[in-house]
Structures are given as C-alpha cells and as structure tokens.
C-alpha cells in the first residue's frame, strides 16, 4: 500500500460550518475548488499513462466532496488500471508479471510533481471563497 501523502487543512470543519450558515452554495464552491486543483494530477497521470485502447487513461479520475478530494483509477471498463499503475502478478496462474512499485507510475508520481502547484490553487480558491463570503482565513 502506497504512503498516502495528503493535503490537510487546518480548521476546515469550522470553515464549511460557516460557509453553510452563509447560504447553501457557497459549500459546493469547496467541492468544485477541489476538483480544479486535482486536474492537475489527473491531467499529468494521464499524460504519462501508456495508451493501448485509452480506457486505463480514461479511469483516471478526481472525486470529491467538501471535505475531501480522491483521485481513482480503473473500474469496470478499465479493471487492469491498479496493475498498470503499481504492477504485481495477475491472470492464470499469475501469468502476467509487472514489477511491483508500491508509489505507483502514474497517479502517486503526478501528485508529488504537482503538489505545491495542488496546494497553491487550493489556498487561493479557498481564500477566494473565505472573501467572497466575507470570512477571515486565520
């Protein structure tokens, strides 16, 4: 299992809390700010995922919610993407071998390259929410 490496931001309970009691759509602003600084992994994992048929590259995705933004990979259209990633032995009598990596190829890599350009867009956006809402950032 990979080190996870997050992002963690001091007193965004306390943050959300306000925003809600501000109106019901500044909340999802958090959602959306999420989802833009994580395009920058997504868009660089992809770019540096091999292309076969372009469906492991397609199930590279940002989820998230106001509290949380996940980047997955695979799926039911794409379920060989983990092993692509991280590698392992799969099929028949593990006939098909990759070396195992446990920081992955693709996904964990374009988040270290990406992390302080991740952490920069996710500061302002929330600074941008914080003035728009007439809050302070501590």
């Known amino acids: 299992m990979p080190i996870i490496d997050a992002v963690e931001i ?8 306000a925003l809600r009691e501000i109106g019901p759509a500044a909340p999802r602003r958090l959602r959306v700010a999420g989802n833009d600084a994580a395009a920058l992994v997504v868009g660089r994992a ?39 990633d991280y590698g392992g032995s799969v099929g028949v009598n593990d006939s098909a071998k990759r070396p195992f990596i446990a920081d992955g190829r693709y996904v964990y890599p374009a988040y270290y390259a990406s992390k302080p350009e991740f952490e920069g867009l996710l500061r302002t956006a929330l600074q941008g929410i914080a003035d728009d809402a007439g809050l302070e950032l501590g």
């Open 10 to 17: 001091v007193g965004l309970r306390e943050f959300r809390r």
């Open 46 to 84: 992809r770019r540096d995922m091999p292309v076969r048929s372009g469906k492991a590259r397609a199930s590279v995705r940002a989820k998230s919610t106001q509290a949380a933004v996940k980047i997955t990979e695979g799926g039911p259209r794409a379920p060989y993407t983990p092993w692509l």
